[in-house]
């Protein structure tokens, strides 16, 4: 890809290196999927940018890990048994996870109130922002063959990174199915979980409580390339 908008090629190989990346990188936590949804909201909210890159402060990507898990870390309400607080990694506990539940507990669950306290709140990015930069970011690009690092350079150090030329556009014009495809492999991944299986049983209300009900994690669509002359003719 260049600063010019992707091509519906680039795009259809940008949509490729994704579902890759989800069907064969290497995950033992929820925290690349957070990431993953971090970087789809961010392109968005950081407007048009068109082809070029886009830099992003990983306290930007924190804010967005403290927001997602902000409704994940209560009590999963089990339906004949007794409630209690899903695991989002495979062994120990997660610091990004404990640190938002106590933040929460000392909000009273009001996420505006957090930010409202503002020495706490940046106490908590800064937290939170230590172990994206010492897991997910530079892990998430790894397969099981090795490093692709399409969306952004792998440099292992710093606090910010920058997008690949038409990385921010493919996020920005395709997050719906970015969306659906991250969150969908999220939930699957917190349901096998061994050390969830007690807690959710058969429980199929398991995506509506990590993202709230106006999510449809499902990915059964996926949208038309943006190029108009080819848009009839490609799609996935």
Known sequence: MTDALPTAED?????????????????????????????????????????????????????????YYWRQVVHYPAIGAASGYLHFVADGEAAIVQAVRSAREQANGSLPRARRDKAAWSNLVTSVAKTVRLTPLWRLQTDRSGVHDFLYSNACKGTSIEMRPGVAYCLRVFHGHVQNLVQGAWARWVRRLGRNRALLGHAKDLAEFLFGSESEVHGEFVPWLTVPAIRPLLLL
């Open 11 to 67: 795009q259809l190989r940008f949509l490729q290196n994704l579902q890759l990346l989800l069907d064969e990188g290497t995950f033992v936590s929820t925290y690349k999927f957070c990431l993953l949804l971090a970087l789809a909201d961010l392109a968005g909210e950081k407007g048009d940018v068109g082809g070029a890159r886009l830099e992003l402060t990983v306290r930007e990507i924190a804010e967005k890990f403290v927001g």
